[in-house]
C-alpha cells in the first residue's frame, strides 16, 4: 500500500501522547534519538497528491453545483450554518484580564525560558534582549535563550557581547548545517532551557514589563496547553499595508478569543505565544517539516486534548512589512504551511482525538478561509458559461460581511479595554479599509492551493526584515 494512504489505527486513542501516535514510538525511544535527525510523520508524505485531490474535489464539486438544481439549496443551507455559528460567536463572552497576586511566594511561580530564534536581526536584537532582561518578573525564575541561526549580519558578536552584559541571557549558535529552520533553532534550545513554560518571541517584539504576570495566570487551568497574546503593530501608521495589517491582528484576536470562548480552536500565531512544557513535549516539540511552526503546532496541540487561550490584552507588538511584495511573500507563506497541516493530519483530524464543538469549528473556518477561495475561479467560469451569478455568491458575501463586522466589533472591543473614546464612524473607517486590505486572502488563498496541487514541494522561507521601529504606535487610522 502506498505511503500516502495508511491508515492509523492508534488515532483514535485519546490518552495517548500525540508524540506516540506520530511518530510510532514510545517517549523512551523518543528520547534516546534526541540527538539525531527526528523522526518523520507518516503523514508528511504525499503533500503535493493529496493537494491535488483536494483541489480535485473542489473545482469537480462547484461543477457538480452549478449542473443540478439543488446545487444552490446546498449553497443556502451551508450560508445558513455559517450565519448562525457567526452570531454565536458574536454573543459569546470574552474572558477577561487577568492578573497574579503578586505577594505570592517566588518560589510557586512557574520558570520562563523566552526563546528567539535570531537570524540576521542585528537592527532589532538588542532592544529586544535588553526588554526581556528587565521585565518585571523574579530574575531567577526566567531566562532568556537567543538563536543565532546561521546569521551573515553581525548578530553572532552582538549577542555575546550582550551575553557578558545579562546574566540571564544564554546564546546557542547555529552553523550552516543546522536542519530545520526556526523549528530546528528552537528545538535546539529547548534542549538546554529549564522553563515549565516556553514562551516564543520574534527578534523584533515588544511587551510590556508586566506581561508575564498578567499572562501566567492562564495556566492555572490545568487543561490550558498553550496561550497567544494578541499580535500589534508598532509601525500601523506608515502606508495602507501597515494599517490594515493592524486592523487583520485586531479580527484576528477577537475571532480566536470567541472561538476559544465556545469550545472551539484557538491559534498560535508564532510571536508571544506561551507554551506548556509538558505539553509541548507530548506534542512531539516544534515540527522541522513545516514552514508554519505555530500553525502546525496549533493542531498537534488541540489533537492532544489541550487548549490554546488567546487574549486581546496584553499584546505583543512587531512590525509590520510595509510593501506589498514583502507582504504576498509573508501571506504566501502563512496560507502555504496553515492549508499543509491539514494535508498533514487529516486523518486525526477525522478521528475521535477532537470533540465535536472543536471539529465543527474547524470545518467553520477551514470552509471561509480555504475551500470558498480555491472554489472562486471555477465558480466564475462557470457562472460565465451559463450566464448566471456565481453560485458561492451569498457564502462569499456573507463571509465578507463577517469579516467587516467582527473587524469592527473588534476594533471598538480594544478601544473599550485600553480606555480610548475613539467615534464611531472612525472605526467604521477602519473596518472598511481593513476589509478592502483583506481582500489580498482571496488571492493568496486561491493561487496557494493551486500551486500546492501542481508544483513539486519546497521549503522555502523568505525572511521579513526588521528596522526597528521605536514609534510604539498601536492602531491608530487616520
Known sequence: MPANFWFDRNSSRAGEPLQTILFDRDSAELEEESDEAPPSYRGYAGRRRKAAVVLTLVWGGTIVLHSVSWGLWVVVGLTGLLGLHAMRLIFAASGSPLSWNRNLDESDLPYVSFLVAAKDEEAVIESLVEMLCDLDYPADRYEVWAIDDNSSDGTPELLDRLAQQYDRLRVLHRDSTARGGKSGALNNALKFAKGDIVAVFDADAKVSSDFLWRVLPLFDRDSVGAVQVRKAIDNANENFWTRGQAA???????????????????????????????????????????????????????????????????????????????????????????????????????????????????????????????????????????????????????????????????????????????????????????????????????????????????????????????????????
Open 248 to 478: 487583520e491582528m485586531i479580527l484576528d484576536a477577537y475571532v480566536q478569543e470567541k472561538r476559544v470562548a465556545l469550545n472551539g480552536i484557538g491559534e498560535l500565531r508564532g510571536n508571544g505565544q506561551l507554551i506548556r512544557r509538558s505539553a509541548l513535549e507530548r506534542c512531539g516539540n516544534f515540527n522541522e517539516e513545516t514552514i508554519t511552526d505555530d500553525l502546525d503546532l496549533t493542531l498537534r496541540l488541540h489533537l492532544d486534548s489541550w487548549d490554546i487561550e488567546c487574549v486581546t490584552l496584553p499584546t505583543v507588538s512587531e512590525e509590520a512589512v510595509t510593501r506589498s511584495i514583502a507582504l504576498w511573500h509573508q501571506r504566501s507563506r502563512w496560507a502555504e504551511g496553515g492549508y499543509q497541516r491539514y494535508l498533514d493530519y487529516w486523518r486525526l483530524l477525522l478521528g475521535s482525538r477532537l470533540s465535536f464543538a472543536k471539529r465543527f469549528d474547524l470545518f467553520v473556518f477551514l470552509l471561509m478561509q480555504y475551500i470558498l477561495p480555491t472554489a472562486a475561479l471555477p465558480d466564475l467560469v462557470m457562472a460565465v458559461v451559463r450566464s448566471r451569478l456565481p453560485i458561492f455568491s451569498p457564502l462569499t458575501t456573507l463571509t465578507v460581511a463577517l469579516s467587516m463586522v467582527w473587524m469592527f466589533l473588534g476594533l471598538r472591543r480594544c478601544d473599550r479595554l485600553q480606555g480610548k473614546r475613539q467615534p464611531l464612524w472612525i472605526s467604521l473607517l477602519q473596518s472598511l479599509r481593513g476589509t478592502l486590505y483583506m481582500m489580498h486572502w482571496l488571492v493568496v488563498m486561491a493561487s496557494t492551493t493551486a500551486r500546492l496541487a501542481v508544483r513539486p514541494k519546497r521549503l522555502k522561507w523568505v525572511k521579513t526584515l526588521h528596522q526597528g521601529h521605536r514609534s510604539g504606535d498601536e492602531v491608530v487610522m487616520r
